[in-house]
């Protein structure tokens, strides 16, 4: 490879992991750039997604869906809060569990949102054809899969 990023290996059997790394933290700039406007960090906007996807969630099945440590999702689900973009109600069916879901403002700018991860998409998949960015998903989702065991 003659890229100036490209790391240097001394066998075939170069890691991925670097480039995973370096291409999460390069898009975090992005989205971060992108969504400042609305005051949504790069670290809240999949929660604010998967909600005005699925609505409601409970914040449990908000981690399990994401991936993510209940701690993140709290912390997360806070900041959302706090911004007036998502409300916490009791579940009727059990009191002991809160249903998250969008509030007006949530539900305006989650479309907002959709628009500038679509631009970061985009960016990223500069060069790529459909089928070859479909490929690099699958293989992304099962290394995913090989490591989470899902």
Do not use: C
């Not at 998967?50 to 609505?55: H, K, L, M, N």
């Not at 007006?104 to 985009?122: D, F, H, I, T």
Request: net charge neutral; proline share 4%; glycine share 6%.
């Amino acid at each position: 490879m003659s890229e100036p990023w490209a790391l240097k290996s001394k066998d075939s059997s170069e890691s991925h992991g670097p480039y995973i790394s370096a291409i999460y933290r390069h898009m975090q700039v992005l989205i971060s750039a992108e969504l400042a406007p609305h005051r949504i960090g790069s670290g809240q906007y999949m929660f604010l997604m998967a909600i005005a996807q699925q609505e409601p969630l409970t914040q449990k099945a908000l981690s399990e869906k994401l991936l993510v440590d209940k701690t993140t999702t709290a912390k997360a689900i806070a900041k959302l809060e706090a911004e007036g973009y998502v409300r916490r109600e009791a579940d009727p069916a059990d009191q002991r569990f809160q249903l998250l879901y969008l509030t007006e403002a949530g539900r305006e700018v989650a479309p907002q949102v959709q628009e500038a991860l679509n631009r970061v998409r985009s960016k990223t998949a500069e060069g790529i054809d459909e089928a070859e960015y479909a490929t690099f998903i699958r293989l992304l989702k099962t290394v995913l899969g090989n490591l989470t065991g899902l």
